[in-house]
């Protein structure tokens, strides 16, 4: 019977910390869809601050945030938006650019560094003279870690390079930052720099920083006064939510330094996970606190079953397809000898599942 779980799913099943309990029950609050709520602003000026934009705004989710952030640049329906073929705005948040803001988007294909070739953007901007009978370019976006690409990092002279394309053509660059911290720690480059060619980023707090709740997303003032409207229309004020904030700020002040370990954690796991017949994984892309791992041709096993058996055995990851899974690594309780114990298990379920399952 298992009575421990070690849960790899994603970095955003974290549990609070009794610090940020504790500024929780303690956190001022006031109604923050008036504007009043000084926990809120106190940590939507400290994001702001650290991203070096001049305002920020809490939003529930980094979908949200996401979201508003498109449509602000992109205020009349019909507008197109460049972004990645393997991004999580255009595969992970239900089309909403789209079904709520007529937004089209001009997919680019992801290499598998998280990037797209500035060439192929370049080529993806429509020519006005076209604007008969094309949507009109407004907007590009970039992901930073690039989830579905393992967490890979964009470089600030990747990121610089596309935020050129972008003034070029008159165009806005939003940056997707749901884990823009893991990017600074791994890369070693301070996260403002990341994002000084973007006009609005969207910087998520409940995932490898490990707060319960919300995303800041950050720009001109200009930019947060009509992202605030839209917050309200999309149903995202939500009045005392100096609370929430609290925990969000523990996190920010006490977790981006533990980000470090969980990327020496990850390729720890990788590597351990590669040494294992039957598994594939490729160690040298495992560069923030996310992993794939790919079952090779052989083994009488797949992914469903691996999985079913790991989660029977106290050990949850998500499986990616038929032949792939991912673990994703977090901080906070995860040691090196619960990462030993997880290999040994896949290692002897991958045994046991070449013998025994048809």
Request: glycine letters at 10%.
């Amino acid at each position: 019977m298992v009575t421990r779980t070690v849960d790899l799913r994603s970095d955003t099943v974290t549990k609070p910390t009794e610090a940020m309990r504790a500024a929780m029950a303690t956190a001022e609050v006031d109604d923050d869809v008036l504007g009043a709520d000084p926990t809120a602003f106190r940590l939507e000026s400290e994001v702001a601050k650290i991203m070096g934009k001049e305002a920020g705004l809490f939003v529930p989710s980094g979908t949200m945030g996401n979201l508003i952030s498109v449509l602000v640049h992109c205020e009349i329906r019909g507008s197109e938006v460049i972004l990645g073929d393997n991004s999580h705005i255009h595969i992970y948040e239900n089309g909403g650019i789209s079904t709520i803001g007529g937004v089209h988007p001009r997919p680019v294909k992801n290499n598998e560094d998280g990037t797209m070739d500035i060439n192929l953007i370049e080529a993806a901007i429509r020519d006005p003279r076209g604007e008969l009978v094309y949507p009109t370019t407004r907007l590009i976006c970039l992901e930073n870690t690039h989830a579905n690409t393992g967490g890979r990092c964009l470089s600030a002279e990747y990121v610089d390079s596309v935020g050129e394309l972008a003034k070029k053509h008159g165009l806005k660059l939003h940056i997707d930052g749901a884990r823009i911290f893991n990017a600074s720690v791994a890369l070693e480059v301070p996260v403002h720099r990341l994002v000084q060619a973007a006009d609005s980023v969207s910087v998520c707090l409940s995932k490898g920083l490990g707060a319960p709740v919300g995303s800041v997303i950050v720009g001109s003032k200009s930019f947060i006064t009509k992202a605030r409207r839209l917050r309200k229309t999309l149903g995202g004020g939500m009045r005392q939510i100096g609370f929430i904030c609290a925990a969000a700020f523990v996190a920010l002040k006490e977790n981006v330094g533990k980000l470090e370990a969980d990327h020496k954690k990850a390729k720890v796991l990788a590597e351990g996970l590669n040494q294992i017949k039957g598994l594939k994984v490729n160690v040298a892309a495992v560069e923030t606190n996310i992993i794939y791992f790919d079952i090779v041709e052989g083994p009488k096993i797949t992914t469903e079953k691996l999985y079913k058996y790991l989660e029977e055995h106290g050990v949850l990851v998500m499986p990616e397809g038929p032949s792939r899974s991912v673990y994703s690594i977090k901080n906070h309780y995860l040691g090196y000898l619960k990462l030993i114990c997880v290999c040994v298990c896949v290692c002897v379920l991958l045994l046991i599942g070449q013998k025994s399952i048809n």
